[in-house]
């Protein structure tokens, strides 16, 4: 079965360099949720959004943004990075309804050098 | 307070033992309830999922809600060393809330 696709795997950035990750949902999820993990920390929600309207906001930084495309994949630009900003930036996908459980691609590890 | 409140352990069963995992949540109008495993850097994996009061079992694991207490827990019977990883409860309410997770070792 499909899962959630995510791009690219690793990143290395400078600081104040700009990043761009890809999320690929399950097919027929309508809602893309995007979350950061630091070493040893639960994942910190960023931003949901449901057939392609941000839905929630989360504690994502203002360097940061995001949308969701015709085709539901999602972009999670980060401008301006800090070394603050390495982490584990996982994609997850879920079916709009109060029960949906998530479901994870593997995530994108960002480094900031 | 955060939504949801796990015991970050480190938890340390010896193998064959049952593990028992605890989780509390704040918003009392939360309606879905799920236990992920994780391993170090690898994504959140869904284990289990339950909706109403009482015990559901899959396998090894059950999982157990009770509303009135705002708790839910995971069971792990005949605990294997492939079962050490940290495992977060997360709650649906407005948001998909996660726990920080509980650091679980099986000991061979």
């Known amino acids: 079965a499909a899962g959630v696709i995510q791009s690219p795997r690793h990143l290395i950035k400078e600081k104040r360099e700009t990043a761009t990750l890809k999320c690929y949902p399950i097919p027929r999820h309508d809602t893309v949720y995007w979350y950061q993990q630091g070493p040893g920390q639960d994942p910190q929600f960023l931003i949901s959004?449901?057939?392609?309207?941000?839905?929630d906001k989360g504690s994502i930084p203002d360097r940061f943004s995001a949308q969701q495309f015709s085709d539901y994949h999602s972009e999670l630009n980060m401008s301006s990075l800090e070394l603050g900003d390495s982490a584990l930036y996982f994609c997850?996908?879920?079916?709009?309804?109060?029960?949906?459980?998530?479901?994870f691609g593997e995530g994108s590890r960002l480094t900031v050098l | 307070q955060k939504e949801v409140e796990q015991n970050s352990g480190p938890l340390s069963v010896p193998e064959g033992a049952i593990a028992s995992l605890n989780c509390t949540y704040s918003?009392?109008?939360?309606?879905?309830f799920f236990w992920y495993r994780q391993y170090s850097g690898k994504s959140p994996e869904l284990i289990m999922f339950i909706y109403s009061n009482g015990d559901k079992e899959d396998g090894r694991f059950t999982a157990q809600l009770n509303k009135a207490s705002q708790y839910v827990s995971l069971l792990i019977r005949d605990s294997q060393p492939s079962d050490s990883a940290t495992y977060l409860c997360?709650?649906?309410?407005?948001?998909?809330?996660f726990g920080t997770g509980t650091s679980l070792t099986v000991i061979p």
């Open positions: 997850a996908s879920s079916l709009r309804n109060p029960t949906g459980e998530l479901f």
């Open positions: 918003d009392r109008g939360s309606q879905s």
């Open positions: 997360a709650v649906t309410g407005n948001q998909f809330y």
């Open positions: 959004f449901y057939e392609k309207m941000q839905s």
